[in-house]
């Protein structure tokens, strides 16, 4: 077996973390294996970094530093673009509202969630355009149809 020195403070810091019961007996060697066994291994710390929240301008950069090929960039903006495509914004309720009568006096009403309140219509996370859409067909048919999504 090979003796190494070991100076007096780091002993004095190994009895300490490896915080010995009264009256055991440790070795050094025990209590120096009782504190390595405990101490987090490299690869469970960069798991740690993994679970950190991220800024968003960490992750803008960590993106820049990416390599990546011209193929790679035009997939990417290409399923961009097909996801903009697919989701059509709802049209804004105030055109609709001035050629209805029995709301275009009325204030307040900026969106479709504003028109669904005034009317009484839960929306209940659906969307107010096709809450309203749906209400019209059933109570309000002389009513102008409400616009379509896209």
Do not use: Y
């Not at 025990?30 to 390595?36: D, F, G, P, S």
């Not at 961009?80 to 709301?103: F, G, I, Q």
């Amino acid at each position: 077996m090979k003796n190494f020195p070991v100076d007096d403070d780091l002993v004095a810091l190994i009895w300490q973390k490896a915080n010995p019961k009264p009256f055991e007996n440790l070795t050094f060697s025990e209590a120096l294996r009782r504190v390595l066994s405990t101490m987090t291994p490299p690869s469970a710390a960069l798991n740690n970094v993994s679970r950190r929240v991220w800024t968003a301008q960490e992750l803008l950069d960590e993106l820049n530093d990416m390599p990546m090929s011209e193929e790679e960039l035009e997939d990417v903006h290409r399923k961009v673009k097909e996801k903009r495509a697919k989701r059509a914004s709802s049209p804004k309720p105030t055109a609709w509202l001035m050629t209805v009568p029995d709301l275009k006096d009325v204030h307040g009403l900026q969106s479709w969630n504003d028109v669904c309140d005034h009317l009484g219509i839960t929306v209940a996370g659906d969307s107010g355009r096709r809450k309203v859409l749906h209400w019209v067909k059933t109570n309000r048919p002389k009513w102008p149809p409400v616009p379509d999504a896209g």
